[in-house]
T-cell receptor, first 114, second 109 residues
Framework: DTGVSQNPRHKITKRGQNVTFRCDPISEHNRLYWYRQTLGQGPEFLTYFQNEAQLEKSRLLSDRFSAERPKGSFSTLEIQRTEQGDSAMYLC????????????FGPGTRLTVT | SQQGEEDPQALSIQEGENATMNCSYKTSINNLQWYRQNSGRGLVHLILIRSNEREKHSGRLRVTLDTSKKSSSLLITASRAADTASYFCATDDTDKLIFGTGTRLQVFP
């Protein structure tokens, strides 16, 4: 069990550019979540998958955001035409259905949009 | 959107003292969880208490839940400098977690 990993850990991009983040969950976990956290706030839910199916998306997830989990393993979160307001920590978490409600979080990807 | 608030927003104590932080939430829950976050890092799960439980212990942690008041408290006993972190409560909402605003705990050696 190597835990949840996220890449890259830091990303600096210019406004208007597209960025993509990757999350590798704990291998046997079938649920994968994306959260966003801004400075001084708690994480806010963005979306989650069970296996490859995206089951829920927050209204925070504008049309510029898209998430995929094509084979039910790793997931990618893409932000198109980044804006300064997208600057935040993007956290990924995974869990295994039926083993309780605990979610295991990765270290996060810190995005800075200049 | 945030589910609720943690209180206090910040807490500074000396090593060996106890730290108590409170969480209030808005809607009915199945369970409430507490997570710790060290500066700029991911969250670590500490403890989960279900809606039919009133108190739970794990090592130096004690969590209480009062569903009639929609509130929970986390007590860390005999604090250590390594407990310095932000602490968040989170409630379940159809499989996703709704986090509070967090308490920043500073433990001085």
């Amino acid at each position: 069990d190597t835990g949840v990993s996220q890449n890259p850990r830091h990303k600096i991009t210019k406004r208007g550019q597209n960025v993509t983040f990757r999350c590798d969950p704990i291998s046997e976990h079938n649920r994968l979540y994306w959260y966003r956290q801004t400075l001084g706030q708690g994480p806010e839910f963005l979306t989650y998958f069970q296996n490859e199916a995206q089951l829920e998306k927050s209204r925070l997830l504008s049309d510029r955001f898209s998430a995929e989990r094509p084979k039910g393993s790793f997931s990618t979160l893409e932000i198109q035409r980044t804006e300064q307001g997208d600057s935040a920590m993007y956290l990924c978490a995974s869990s295994l259905v039926g083993t309780g409600d605990e979610q295991y979080f990765g270290p996060g990807t810190r995005l800075t949009v200049t | 959107s945030q589910q609720g608030e943690e209180d206090p927003q910040a807490l500074s104590i000396q090593e060996g003292e106890n730290a108590t932080m409170n969480c209030s939430y808005k809607t009915s829950i199945n369970n409430l969880q507490w997570y710790r976050q060290n500066s700029g890092r991911g969250l670590v799960h500490l403890i989960l208490i279900r809606s039919n439980e009133r108190e739970k212990h794990s090592g130096r942690l004690r969590v209480t839940l009062d569903t009639s008041k929609k509130s929970s408290s986390l007590l860390i006993t005999a604090s250590r400098a390594a407990d310095t972190a932000s602490y968040f409560c989170a409630t379940d909402d159809t499989d996703k977690l709704i986090f509070g605003t967090g308490t920043r705990l500073q433990v001085f050696p």
